[in-house]
Structures are given as structure tokens and as C-alpha cells.
């Protein structure tokens, strides 16, 4: 039920709504819980409402930190 | 794409060989999230940890510490006269006392599945003669979209409206746990969508109260190692720390639109979770300008006698204390087939999880 799918916002119309595209699949959700999303941006979406921003940047840090901070050696 | 990375099998040894190397003293970790059990036993993660490592599922399926005599009053609401009850899939099949949302359809009972509550204001307008009852389940993740669907039948004059709202917060579940001193754990696995509204600041009292590490986790493989890794190393330093591991979708604030439309609907109210009981002011009540989309205020409730299924332990599964295979139940008399109780119903629950992943070699 927590469940929310990334997407990607393709339009934005009046009212909140959205068209935005999962892997293939168009639908519109709400921007209401996130009027700040613009086009182009991927949110997480669910039950029809975008509820976060997935940002890329962030997603790098992590990765990156990620390659840097395992600097212990699996053998030992 | 950049998020495959975090699906990347070679990171995800990388982490589990930093997880053997720093777990130096045997610990157990407790999951909130039902979407985190359903990850973890697809991907076979707890096969993986270190022996000393122990994942324990929590209460976090919403459909599942749904209590039982919630659930008997919104089977109880669909034979009303009139009445369209609307609502997410897995409600439809819990058992009730008596009987489910699905075998009331059957026998009558005007029952839509919707995707948003949004479509459930939609057959509102569609249905003027009719009330459409939305039966609101659903932690901080559910909870602000379901609110916003209260304001948009308020902005569209709707007056055929209304939710059961069995909403509940998940702090206080977090409390009940360690409250009641049950199970010993060293660390809390945050929820990944729930944390996105409230924030990784909805967790610090965790180490604060109780010196307890939690780490917010996404729900790919490497996301869940990864504040694994993190758990792991708060324990061997002996640290109790709020940590993040989810920053592309979590911020410490949590999304203040959704919060603050969460919180223009909704305010605390006692709330009974199954397994636990009452615990004080977990539930979210619609607060008393929005009582006329109150289904609990408008339509009267029926009293039923409610028992939960007979042999279902559910409840000591959602508090920790077992496994889905010490019920009796569990690959014989219940399947997701034929699920006694709601944890073998919803996707998130364990028994569920457990089946399709894990135990169908009973
Ligand atoms: S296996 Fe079925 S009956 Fe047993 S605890 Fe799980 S849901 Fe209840």
C-alpha cells in the first residue's frame, strides 16, 4: 500500500494535473502534493498523486560514496 | 538509467562484504515497512547477512493492523441502501468476522476497486443519487492523498462523499514495540515512502528516546543493504544515530505540501491496531470541519461482534514476536489463495511475503 513507481512528468496542465509516463505507460496524476514538480522531472507517484522528487544528484552522491566508503578489504 | 545502479548486483556484494567484515556481535534489526519484507525476501536478503545478522518483519502493512472490528464496519457500511463503497484492492479480501468485502459484492453489495481516491470522488460526481464511501487505510504515504480527495469533493460541492478513515500514524507504532519490550532490537530499518512525507525528522525520536539507531531505507536491493551497512556499523560503534539512506527521495523536513494537507484533514485520535490494541493518539479522525465526508459521523456504524479469524496470528507477527511459520496456519489452511487472516492478504504482509518467496517448501 506504501508502494509509490517512479515516473516521469511529460505535461503539466490547470488544477494540479499532470501527464507523466511509467516505462511506457501514460497516465495522469495530481501535482497537489507536489506543486513544485516540473516537466522533465522523475517523482515517485503513488495512489495518482506524485509525492517526491527523485533527485539525480542526490542518487550520484550516494552511488559515489557508496564506491568510495567500501574501502574495507572483503578478505580480511 | 542512474537508478539501475541501485539494482546493480556487484554493489550489492560490495556492501554485503562490508556488512560481514564490520558485524562483530550479533544483532537484529527490525523492518517497519511491509514494502521492505516484500523487497527482502524477494531478493533473498536475509540469506545473505552474516548469521548474527537478524531481520525481523514489523507492523507496517496497513491493511494488516487494520483491526478487526474496523474492518467488520466497512463490510458492515457496503450493505447499506445506496451505498458505493470504494476502495484500494487488498481490502476487499481480508476476512471479516463473518465474511469479506469481495463475498459482500457477491451477494450485492456495490463494491469498486479505484487506483486513487481521486476516481472515488470521480463516481461521486458520476453517482449523485448514490454516497460513495472511500475506506481510507493507509499510513503518512496514503493518508494526504486521501486528504486531498476530501478537498476536492468540498471544492466540487459534493456532498455524496464521505471516508471511513482507519489512517493511522506510524510513530506510535514504532512506540508500542519498544514500549511493550517484546522483542530486543538493535536497529530500526525506516520506511522508505512513509519517510518521504514525514521526513527523516519524523524518526529522530528513535535514537533520542530511545537510544535506538534507524536508518531510512529505498526499496531496491542496494538501498536496503546499504542502511543495513549503516545499522551495522551504529551498532559496532556503539553509536545511536537518524541516518538517511534513501537522500534521493527523503529529505530530513519530509514533503511540507502533503504534510500540511495531511494535517488541515486530519488529527490524532486513539486508534486500535490489530495485535496491539489501543494506542493513543496514533489514528488520524477527520477533524470536526470535515465531518459532514465523516462516514464514521454520517452513516451510523454498525456495533458487529467482531473475533478475529480463529488461529490466525497475525497480531504476534505484526508486533515481531513470531514468524509466519509458527502459525499453524500458515501453507495449509492458509494461502494467498485462501487467506485466513489480512498478513497473507496484503503484498505486505509477512505471511504473504514469506509464501511467495521463501516458504513454499513446507
Ligand atoms: S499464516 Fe494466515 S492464519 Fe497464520 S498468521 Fe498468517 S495470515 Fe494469519
Given at each position: 500500500m506504501c508502494l509509490a513507481v517512479p515516473a516521469q512528468i511529460l505535461t503539466i496542465q490547470d488544477d494540479?494535473?499532470?501527464?507523466?509516463?511509467?516505462?511506457?505507460?501514460?497516465?495522469?496524476?495530481?501535482?497537489q502534493l507536489l506543486p513544485q514538480a516540473q516537466v522533465g522531472d522523475y517523482v515517485l507517484v503513488h495512489t495518482g498523486f506524485a509525492i517526491s522528487i527523485v533527485d539525480p544528484e542526490e542518487a550520484r552522491i550516494t552511488l559515489d560514496l557508496l564506491r568510495q566508503m567500501s574501502d574495507l578489504d572483503p578478505d580480511d | 538509467m542512474l537508478l539501475d545502479a541501485f539494482r546493480d548486483p556487484q554493489l550489492a556484494r560490495q556492501i554485503l562484504n562490508d556488512i560481514h567484515a564490520l558485524a562483530?556481535?550479533?544483532?537484529?534489526?527490525?523492518?517497519?515497512?511491509?514494502?521492505h519484507t516484500h523487497a527482502i525476501m524477494q531478493f533473498g536478503i536475509r540469506q545473505l547477512l552474516p548469521k548474527g545478522v537478524r531481520l525481523l518483519s514489523g507492523p507496517g502493512c496497513p491493511v494488516c493492523v487494520t483491526s478487526q472490528r474496523d474492518i467488520d464496519q466497512a463490510i458492515a457500511l457496503a450493505q447499506l441502501p445506496g451505498v458505493i463503497i470504494a476502495t484500494f484492492g487488498d481490502m476487499v479480501?481480508?476476512?471479516?468476522?463473518?465474511?469479506?468485502?469481495?463475498?459482500?459484492?457477491?451477494?450485492?453489495?456495490?463494491?469498486?476497486?479505484?487506483?486513487?481516491?481521486?476516481?472515488?470522488?470521480?463516481?461521486?460526481?458520476?453517482?449523485?443519487?448514490?454516497?460513495?464511501?472511500?475506506?481510507?487505510?493507509?499510513?503518512?504515504?496514503?493518508?494526504p492523498g486521501v486528504a486531498a480527495s476530501i478537498l476536492q469533493a468540498r471544492a466540487r460541492g459534493l456532498d455524496n462523499?464521505?471516508?471511513?478513515?482507519?489512517?493511522?500514524?506510524?510513530?506510535?507504532?514504532?512506540r508500542a514495540i519498544l514500549d511493550a519490550g517484546e522483542v530486543r532490537l538493535d536497529g530500526v530499518i525506516g520506511p522508505g515512502h512513509v519517510s518521504i512525507i514525514i521526513g527523516l525528522d519524523g524518526w529522530r525520536f528513535l535514537p533520542r528516546d530511545y537510544a535506538m539507531p534507524v536508518v531510512i531505507a529505498g526499496f531496491e536491493p542496494v538501498d536496503i543493504l546499504l542502511a543495513i551497512r549503516a545499522l551495522v556499523r551504529q551498532v559496532a560503534r556503539g553509536q545511536a544515530r537518524a541516518e538517511n539512506a534513501y537522500s534521493r527521495s527523503v529529505t530530513p523536513q519530509g514533503n511540507p505540501a502533503a504534510l500540511a494537507i495531511m494535517n488541515q484533514v486530519f488529527e490524532p485520535v486513539d486508534a486500535d491496531w490489530r495485535g496491539f490494541g489501543r494506542i493513543p493518539t496514533s489514528g488520524m479522525g477527520l477533524r470536526a470541519e470535515f465531518r459532514a465526508y465523516n462516514a464514521a459521523v454520517r452513516f451510523a456504524l454498525p456495533d458487529v461482534p467482531s473475533r478475529e479469524p480463529p488461529g490466525c496470528r497475525c497480531g504476534e507477527m505484526l508486533r515481531g514476536v513470531i514468524e509466519p511459520?509458527?502459525?499453524?496456519?500458515?501453507?495449509?489452511?492458509?494461502?494467498?489463495?485462501?487467506?485466513?487472516?489480512?498478513?497473507?492478504?496484503?503484498?505486505?504482509?509477512?505471511?504473504?511475503?514469506?509464501?511467495?518467496?521463501?516458504?513454499?517448501?513446507?
Open positions: 494540479f494535473l499532470a501527464q507523466v509516463e511509467f516505462g511506457g505507460i501514460r497516465r495522469t496524476i495530481s501535482l | 562483530d556481535q550479533p544483532m537484529t534489526f527490525m523492518e517497519f515497512c511491509g514494502g479480501r481480508v476476512p471479516g468476522t463473518s465474511h469479506t468485502l469481495q463475498q459482500a459484492a457477491a451477494a450485492g453489495a456495490d463494491v469498486r476497486i479505484v487506483y486513487s481516491p481521486m476516481d472515488a470522488v470521480d463516481l461521486a460526481a458520476a453517482h449523485p443519487d448514490r454516497q460513495v464511501i472511500f475506506l481510507g487505510v493507509g499510513f503518512e504515504t496514503t493518508a462523499y464521505a471516508i471511513l478513515s482507519m489512517h493511522k500514524y506510524t510513530p506510535p507504532g514504532m511459520r509458527a502459525c499453524p496456519l500458515f501453507g495449509r489452511a492458509c494461502t494467498p489463495e485462501r487467506p485466513q487472516g489480512p498478513c497473507m492478504v496484503s503484498d505486505e504482509g509477512a505471511c504473504a511475503a514469506h509464501f511467495l518467496y521463501q516458504d513454499l517448501s513446507l
